[in-house]
């Protein structure tokens, strides 16, 4: 009995141990994604709330934020390096209360990262050239432009009137 007891419990700490991820294979997306410039750095050239949603890829509320509603026709730059990511031609109501595209303007601009963080599986877009949080990636946009919802947060764009 006793052995049995033991055997189980050098299995089950052999299981958990054996799922760690020092050897690097199984890291999340914040331990992925390397930030151009230390966080201190960005700190002082963001706002309080580009820096929350930014480097600590925070989400803003659903239908609290700047741009959820907007359909004025321009662009949507990063915050933090003007560079142009999504169009408004792009741009949908999603009904989720967050600025919804079918696509970034330049693929090149933005990454996917796999995301599991509180527990979901999501793909998370960051900045490529940054490595800042922009928003989410889902498979469920319109069908009729490529089937994707880069649903974003306001608070990681500047919106340039055309």
Request: net charge positive; with cysteine.
């Amino acid at each position: 009995m006793k052995r049995s007891i033991l055997a189980i419990l050098a299995i089950s700490i052999l299981a958990v141990f054996g799922c760690d991820n020092s050897n690097g294979q199984n890291k999340t997306a914040q331990e992925k994604r390397r930030l151009s410039k230390p966080a201190a750095e960005w700190k002082k050239k963001l706002t309080p709330n580009q820096y929350e949603i930014m480097v600590n890829r925070g989400t803003e509320p659903p239908y609290k934020n700047a741009y959820y509603d907007n359909h004025q026709k321009g662009v949507y730059v990063s915050a933090a390096t003007g560079e142009v990511l999504f169009s408004s031609d792009d741009k949908y109501d999603s009904g989720t209360g967050w600025p919804s595209f079918v696509k970034a303007v330049d693929p090149n601009k933005v990454e996917i990262v796999h995301d599991s963080s509180f527990g979901m599986s999501r793909d998370e877009v960051i900045e490529k050239s940054t490595g800042l949080h922009l928003g989410h990636v889902f498979d469920d946009g319109p069908a009729d432009r490529g089937g994707k919802r880069y649903c974003m947060n306001s608070g990681a764009l500047v919106f340039v009137k055309k």
